[in-house]
């Protein structure tokens, strides 16, 4: 059985009640319990209850609604341990658009959304569609880690190489701005621990290695027009997933780039 944890604002109280139902069939058949801040009894410590509970969850669905981005504590707390957590791989985060809110560029953006195509529940003609459009999503990731014996984070934390093809030669790009690209990269994505693979000769082609969501993140970036051409400061031509294509008159660069350091930890 997975444990799902509400991220919600009290104002969209309504929205998690009626999700609730839609997902009690999933809990009466064992697949799912569920737990939010209501569940608190009297006398609790309710800051240690929600931490508690959201460490232990397998699920975080965050109700997104102008609300819950205003909410202190919804964006600056639960969703930032949220997001820590699905990062690091201990517990997978669902954004569920309850209203119309621009959240193309908050924390989550990179992640996959409910309802399909992240088309708020709300503007929805039949809401009950809505509800059981999200209910099925939950329902797929659920089933699809179960059935696999792992968790709901394995299945979705993937590790693979990707690359970005930079216009412009080689030449144009001495060390200094290529530990600026990376720099801006690690500050887009989040991901701290990035650095260049390799480097293709005959144009300017950086390979990564990094989970599929540091991937996500750069690619849905790119899909907006010149929106992370302006974040890293050049020209990119494309964002793939996989080893680029070689050919012969640009082979791999025979000797390794001189690997730029991540920044120490902080503890």
Known sequence: ????????????????????KHLSIMKRSGLISSWHDRCILAGDDWVGQIDNNMQSSDLVLLLVSADFLASDYCYDVEMKTALNSHNKGSSRVIPVILRPVDWR??????????????????????????????????RMAVESATSGGESLAASVVTTGEWYIKIEGSLADFDKARLDDIVARLRSLSGNVQLTIKDVLQGSVILTFESSIMTFDL?????????????????????????????????????SQPEEIPPPPNKT
């Open 1 to 20: 059985m997975k444990k799902l944890f509400y991220s919600y604002s009290h104002a969209d109280s309504v929205y998690r009640d009626e999700l609730n």
């Open 105 to 138: 560029y908050a924390p989550f953006a990179h992640i996959q959304a409910l309802p399909s195509d992240g088309k708020p529940i709300s503007t929805w003609k039949d809401r009950d569609a809505a509800f059981n459009d999200v209910a099925r999503g939950i």
């Open 218 to 254: 750069v690619h849905q970036l790119h899909n907006r027009q010149e929106t992370l051409a302006l974040k890293l400061g050049c020209i990119v031509e494309e964002v793939g997933w996989g080893i680029p294509p070689v050919s012969e008159n640009r082979p791999l660069r025979t």
